[in-house]
């Protein structure tokens, strides 16, 4: 039943520098839907418009246009004059800046919102204490449940801020850059706990970050966006591999970007001419000869091997190691072709030394065609 629907959501606001009259698209027609059960993430640079989206869906903004509903219900619709206020949308959010009440207990930060239900809604006070524990034993915090809120360490606050989102029993979580305020580690191991949670209690989540690596870990469906618009959609894997455009393939892990233009089709692959050399390489849609295009292949996907090539087939180029760095785990060379550098990465075992001359393989199945 949680399943949640976006249609054509349109927020603009007046813009805070320049003319008065300007508005700022900050979220320009999106559409996007979350199965139950499963986590979206928002992806995208600052400004595009992750947190607005966002804050529609939660009740904080008043949209200009467009259609949101969790499962039948209706939570806003410009067309059928729906605006549900946000203390009626029962939704759990969790944002960048988790703000606990520094006075209260542990338990008591999360039993507020409990108690702060009147009418029919009113829980006893034995119920309030049970539904608490609950939610603390879910972020494994129920040992702590006397302790001041402020005793607890960063990583702890952030599971209690998620645990006093889960205690409403949300049919959707809200999640804005939740651990952007953690250090490096502990936002690391943080990642795979969340999404264990997120698991494990099944319910619908809207996750929003900046930061790719984040995305693709913790994603069932990753949604780039990019100006207030989403660029493309899909599973983790079919972004990395996939993108369909040079801002998703850009922003989404490292990759070379190869400009050239369409010589020839050879059954399900291109040939393209690129001022270093020839690549072959595969497309989404068809293309003509002659078509100006961007060729998209990732650092690990480029076979280095020292000397000049024996072969002068489209995908084989000569080059230079222009430059190398150590990684632990991998290890990246910069090759100059010509003035253009292709940026590989190669498994730490294999080492080439500067000035040295290589050949670079480029398998057609790793190059994707983009449109310039
Ligand atoms: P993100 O979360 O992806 O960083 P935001 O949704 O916060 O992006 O912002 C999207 C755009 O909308 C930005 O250009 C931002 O400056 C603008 N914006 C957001 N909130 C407001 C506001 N309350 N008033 C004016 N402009 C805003
Ligand atoms: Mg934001």
Known sequence: DGRLAVEGLVKTFKSSKGEAEDVVRAV???????????????????????????????????????????????????????????????????????????????????????????????????????????ALAVVQLDHLATRPATDLSGGQQQRLALARALVMQPPLLLLDEPLSNLDAKLREDMRFELKRLQRDLGV???????????????????????????????????????????????????????????????????????????LAARSPGDLATGAQVIVSVRPEHIQVAEGEASTSAPGVWNGTIANRAFLGDAVDHLVSVGDFTVRTRCNPSIRFSRDSAVHLTFPSEHCSLLPA
Not at 32 to 48: A, I, N, Q
Not at 93 to 110: D, E, L, T
Not at 243 to 252: E, G, L, Q, Y
């Open 204 to 278: 619908t989540t809207v996750y929003v970050t900046h930061d790719q690596v984040e995305a693709l870990a913790m994603s069932d469906v990753i949604a780039v966006m990019s100006n207030g618009k989403v660029e493309q959609m899909g599973r983790p894997t079919d972004i990395y591999n996939n993108p369909r455009s040079r801002f998703v393939a850009d922003f989404v892990g490292t990759t070379n970007l190869i400009a050239g233009e369409v010589e020839s089709r050879e059954g399900d692959r291109y040939v393209v001419t690129t001022p270093q050399g020839r």
């Open 28 to 134: 320009d027609d999106v559409s996007l839907s979350v199965e139950p059960g499963r986590l979206l993430t928002l992806l995208g640079p600052s400004g595009c418009g992750k947190t607005t989206t966002l804050r529609c869906v939660a009740g904080l903004e008043h949209p200009n246009q467009g259609e949101i509903a969790v499962g039948e219900r209706v939570l806003f619709s410009s067309s059928k004059g729906v605006r549900l206020p946000a203390n009626q949308r029962g939704l759990g959010m969790v944002f960048q800046s988790y703000a606990i009440w520094p006075h209260m207990n542990v338990r008591k930060n999360v039993s507020f919102p409990l108690r702060a239900r009147r009418g029919k809604d009113r829980l006893s006070r034995k119920e309030i204490t049970e539904r608490a524990d609950r």
